[in-house]
């Protein structure tokens, strides 16, 4: 088979994958940085060396402008890169600068003539537009391109990618994606987000982005065109995009506008490179703004890319180690567009159930009520209500602070009470479960309103404890931290 | 003068300054690196080149292993270093290990001796104790030193450092810092958070800070000891503290464990490395694991470096960029213990005020309750109470997109009417405010409550105005962005 994508760690909808096209893969998620076939602001060598496995470039320009050298040479060999090469078809520029005589047949034949990886049909994108007509009509557009192209071409060497219109319309964007699937794509790509983001609507991308992942299978990789700033990287991957294309890198870098983890900023309004990567180890904010503008432009395009190649790290790693939430959370914190974002984010907590692995190596941070919609909250949940067997008519609820006294007294007595612990957000949970993740491995803000003692009494009683009886200290709000007593202190 | 202070730039209580001792400077906020008299990790030369100005060793250490040494080549030739140096007095130490005949002025003496730039005087550090008798025994005791110390040695060639005890105690951190500042101390540390850091007892390591920054004059700057967790860099420097020095990185390092600005994470459990430090390129996850674990030590505090040197730039820019309340909101999402300490932060908005400029050059962000709390709204408020000016008995609330035909209407009616807009979170402003800051340089979240209409004719009925008019589009919450349509859309 000419294409695979085999997920290797998955938290909420992100994977770490690897996507495989012939002989060459890539480790997800991945972001191709836009390279043009002609200006090339930094060499594809050097996006070699910094560690990208693909690159995205553009089968319309390439077509318009140096059409028989790249059949000649093959697009590998044309833009100097080894890995992965995916194209895009150009809608958008046939939409801007007329057909050219340009149609889906001829865009497909180039794609596979110059031997690209994976190539995206001939699409119309929606862009920006608020009209629902010219939306439907760009979907209609778009799949039949789509499905003419599929039907026409094999797939190989080139793979198809199909492109998902319907701007911000989630019932055309559901359709779009269904049809795609439908018609045999092994890999879609979301269009149109770039105007969405340029603008800020964060939350309007999140509900983009749910829309579509929702109507395909989990299995079927996603690609999300333009995404390259910053902020937007880790609730994109945590919806379950897999792939990034962008030249943000460069569109900023023009601008004279340095990427941080935090947002772009104006190196302008910069008093200190805030980075580690090689360009700013070896410069200064003084340093980039007293050479050529062309020469500044490129080390800042080197720079950021630098940066977005850290940020997609920080992504798989997020999922590595289980904390993908957590990561969506500090970076939504930049920018309070970014924070509505998190409102779409947090209500999706069933699909985000999908890949979060039900046991985890590490804590699970409970901030603030936010995180109460974690799915990991949702899912250990479901299993205490699938733990409570009651295997007596009287229950007791432990709370001294030590668990493993607690099992001791579990087993001790020969299950004529039932004993359970109190989960600073859980309520009861039966001793059994008290190594189990994540009830002792919760670490949760002073200021999350805990289940009380008194809530958790009802609780067991409405499961049909006859009696319910508390061991321990009867504080209010059972916490499973320590807590210091000074800073406000009284004579020992 | 052989001591400087200057503040160059300000944000909440964090400031870029220089601090000059002699001949030799630093630009704050800065961590001095500590540096073993005798084991040392990471060659100082290596310190040096990544920038580091100042580095921080050990009296007592040195006094007890290499004393004649020390005493002949100086401290600077002894750590091959020729940036600032500061001692430490060895108070821990004696402590420790008993005091081997070696007082006050055996400490003062020596430190003056081998040309220590900062020396910290003999203290008795209160550790992570909650007695406090013991406590202000250990204020007592290194009060003491400190008096005897500036009383007995001129300041040159070493400037004294007074250190400020009291554990947890704010009254006794009080007294402490009260009494140097008024002995002439023109410097002091903040003794003994690392116990209450490395506990994660950040909210309380966020009061300590504030009750000793509170106790003396903004223009003396303060070190805060051993304060080499990422999580907490932010936060310490918003509250005023200027230095810092740590062995964390070499501490971490030693244990296998990699510095992150989202906190420190065993190597083991790590799958790709999130830096673009000089030795991360070079190098992966399964590169560390597989080399001599000497070797991997000094990789990983060679990182570690990098990474604190970087979280301290992201300060100094935040602080430069007024944008440094963000940041610590930023941060404290990575961990709930961090979080709980926000509420110490904003509790101290008053406080925060003084260093923050009244005109920002950045959009100010809202993005929930707790921001309402950042010293520029307090600001704006009480400039906005200062400038409703009563000029006639009509007053207009303008409602339209466009502040400056809302400026034009003030203009043209002669004041004949009192016009005003509506601040997303301000309430009603005289338009003459349109343009200035923070007044439509706010940028909120939707989930933030706006004041409503109906509200703000209450507040400007009760200013006096026997009518009150609304122009232009009334929508219940005023926002001063304009928001999409589409999503949950409709057919246009």
């Known amino acids: 088979m000419r294409f695979a994508f085999e997920v290797k760690e998955s938290d909420l909808l992100g994977r770490v994958g690897s996507l495989r096209v012939g002989g060459r893969s890539v480790e997800t998620p991945c972001l191709f940085p836009v390279i043009h076939p002609v200006v090339q602001t930094v060499p594809t060598s050097e996006i070699k060396r910094m560690g990208f496995e693909g690159v995205m470039t553009n089968s319309y320009i390439m077509y318009s402008r140096r059409r028989e050298e790249a059949a000649k040479m093959g697009v590998h060999r044309l833009v100097d890169f080894d890995g992965m090469v995916m194209t895009d078809s150009g809608g958008y520029q046939v939409l801007e600068y007329g057909d050219l005589g340009i149609g889906v047949r001829e865009v497909a034949e180039f794609q596979q003539r110059i031997g690209s990886d994976l190539a995206v049909t001939l699409d119309k994108p929606t862009g920006n537009s608020e009209s629902r007509s010219y939306a439907e009509e760009t979907v209609r557009e778009s799949l039949k391109g789509a499905l003419k192209t599929i039907r026409d071409f094999p797939d190989d060497p080139t793979v198809w990618v199909g492109p998902v219109q319907g701007g911000t319309f989630p019932d055309l964007l559901k359709r779009s994606a269904t049809a795609l699937v439908k018609a045999g794509f092994p890999f879609l790509a979301l269009g149109s987000p770039t105007l969405v983001m340029e603008s800020y609507r964060f939350a309007d991308l999140a509900k983009m982005i749910v829309a579509t992942r929702e109507s395909i299978p989990y299995s079927v990789p996603l690609h999300l065109f333009g995404a390259g700033h910053p902020l937007t990287m880790p609730l994109a991957v945590a919806l379950g995009c897999d792939t ?240 210091s007593k000074a800073v406000s202190p009284s004579p020992p």
């Open 244 to 483: 990034f294309d962008s030249a943000s890198y460069i569109l900023f870098a023009r601008r004279g506008n340095y990427i941080t983890e935090r947002g772009v900023v104006s190196l302008r309004q910069m008093k200190v490179l805030t980075c580690n990567c090689p360009v700013c180890v070896g410069t200064s904010v003084e340093g980039l703004l007293g050479i050529q503008e062309r020469q500044r432009a490129t080390l800042l395009a080197t720079h950021n890319l630098w940066a977005l190649r850290r940020e997609v790290e920080v992504c798989k790693e997020a999922i590595a180690e289980g904390r993908l939430w957590d990561l969506v959370q500090e970076r939504a914190t930049a920018h309070p567009r970014l924070f509505e974002a998190l409102e779409v984010f947090t209500k999706e907590g069933r699909l985000l159930q999908e890949g979060t692995p039900a046991m985890k190596e590490r804590g699970l941070f409970v901030r603030g009520g936010a995180d109460l919609a974690r799915p990991e909250v949702s899912i250990a949940k479901q299993r205490l209500a699938r733990a409570i067997r009651k295997g007596s008519s009287e229950a007791v609820i432990l709370t001294g602070p030590n668990p493993q006294s607690a099992r001791a007294a579990g087993n001790s007595e020969g299950r004529q009470k039932d004993f359970f612990r109190m989960g600073p957000i859980y309520g009861p949970y039966p001793v059994e479960l008290d190594f189990v993740y994540p009830f002792t491995q919760t670490v949760s803000s002073e200021g999350v309103s805990g289940v009380t003692l008194a809530e958790a009494t009802k609780m067991l009683r409405k499961q049909g404890y006859a009696r319910v009886r508390v061991e321990g200290a009867k504080r209010n709000t059972l916490r499973s931290k320590q807590r």
